[in-house]
């Protein structure tokens, strides 16, 4: 049975999409789509930006989540119905309100355009201590720092450096390999 290290499943940063720090959205979007077009290593694609900075260390990660947040109107109204929350209304009830406000409003192109001029350091996510993971680190304990902390990914480090991003369809694609080898060999 193959014994799994981090390094042994992790995209190197060299092969993940990246933008430095003041980067629009529209240069991320462009970097993922390419990413994801010459990455071929598993039929999973890239689903996040990580950001560097000058000195071309990783210092936040755009998810697609992230991305989609940019799109959300920003007003008085907005912030009025995510308010309501906190006075017991149920999440269906603020979602017709949010249907309601979307429908009264004209559609505009000038949300995306918008958006694509925003810059990549108001939306991304900065790391956690939770979310490195060592490269020699085993197949079993980074599916525990995954599960333990809800992360979708993990920042591979090699000598406090990172190197490489975890991502959880990589150590699941792992884990049911070695499912298969196990139940097999019985």
Same mark, same amino acid.
């Given at each position: 049975?193959?014994?799994?290290?981090?390094?042994?499943?992790?995209?190197?940063?060299?092969?993940?999409?990246?933008?430095?720090?003041?980067?629009?959205?529209?240069?991320?979007?462009?970097?993922?789509?390419?990413?994801?077009?010459?990455?071929?290593?598993?039929?999973?694609?890239?689903?996040?930006?990580?950001?560097?900075?000058?000195?071309?260390?990783?210092?936040?990660?755009?998810? !697609? /989540?992230?991305?989609? #947040?940019? +799109?959300?109107?920003?007003?008085?109204?907005?912030?009025? =119905?995510?308010? *309501?929350?906190?006075?017991?209304?149920?999440?269906?009830?603020?979602?017709?309100?949010?249907?309601?406000?979307?429908?009264?409003?004209?559609?505009?192109?000038?949300?995306?355009?918008?958006?694509?001029?925003?810059?990549?350091?108001?939306?991304?996510?900065?790391?956690?201590?939770?979310?490195?993971?060592?490269?020699?680190?085993?197949?079993?304990?980074?599916?525990? !720092? /995954?599960?333990?902390? #809800?992360? +979708?990914?993990?920042?591979?480090?090699?000598?406090?450096? =990172?190197?490489? *991003?975890?991502?959880?369809?990589?150590?699941?694609?792992?884990?049911?390999?070695?499912?298969?080898?196990?139940?097999?060999?019985?």
């Amino acid at each position: 049975m193959k014994q799994y290290r981090v390094k042994d499943l992790m995209v190197p940063i060299s092969e993940y999409a990246t933008v430095a720090v003041g980067a629009t959205l529209s240069e991320a979007v462009v970097a993922l789509e390419k990413a994801q077009e010459e990455y071929c290593h598993t039929q999973y694609s890239h689903r996040a930006v990580l950001i560097l900075d000058k000195n071309k260390q990783v210092v936040g990660k755009l998810s !697609q /989540l992230d991305f989609l #947040r940019s +799109l959300e109107p920003k007003d008085e109204e907005i912030e009025r =119905i995510k308010s *309501i929350g906190k006075f017991g209304f149920s999440s269906k009830s603020i979602a017709l309100q949010r249907e309601q406000y979307h429908r009264s409003i004209p559609p505009s192109k000038d949300i995306y355009a918008n958006a694509a001029r925003l810059k990549v350091d108001v939306f991304m996510q900065t790391h956690s201590e939770g979310e490195y993971v060592n490269e020699d680190t085993s197949l079993e304990t980074a599916v525990h !720092q /995954l599960i333990s902390g #809800r992360h +979708l990914a993990l920042l591979v480090t090699q000598r406090k450096k =990172i190197v490489g *991003i975890l991502r959880m369809s990589d150590v699941f694609a792992a884990a049911f390999h070695v499912m298969k080898e196990v139940e097999a060999t019985g």
